[in-house]
């Protein structure tokens, strides 16, 4: 695979029927579903999952989030969506991205970036990384200097 960075986290995909929207290809909600879905899977390879943001009182939303789509998928397409954390600035902020790749061509489908900002769950406010955050996610940030899709 041509993954924009290294050693991507990866989920594998099947298109539904459900996916399609009444345009013919996966609904773009469905390409978000799946980052989410990426990200948490991720996020518990790491040694963090909502449980343990439960139990910290701590956690990352999203503060921006952007998506370029580049090709259709369609139902039956498998898909294989591979994550990265990209930047941890070990206070506050970190980044992830996203590609999403048609292995049978070899074609990205989708490329995905979140800036995510660290809070307390309990209020939602900003709040910084705790320990266990700097240990387990910006240990995994990897070099994205030059790589910048």
Known sequence: MNWDYPG????????SDHDIDG??????ACYIAWCEQAAWSH????GLTIA???QLDRGVAIRQASYDYYLPSFSGDQLLIGTWLTH???KLRLQRRFQL??????Q????GCWDLVGIRVSTGKPSRFPD???RCYGAAVVDSKNNQK
């Open 8 to 15: 991507p986290h990866c989920n594998e995909l099947l298109v």
């Open 23 to 28: 345009m013919g290809h996966t609904n773009n």
């Open 43 to 46: 996020s518990a390879e790491l």
């Open 52 to 54: 343990d943001y439960q």
């Open 88 to 90: 941890c600035d070990g």
């Open 101 to 106: 790749i048609k292995p049978a061509s070899g």
């Open 108 to 111: 990205t489908i989708l490329r």
């Open 132 to 134: 266990e955050f700097l």
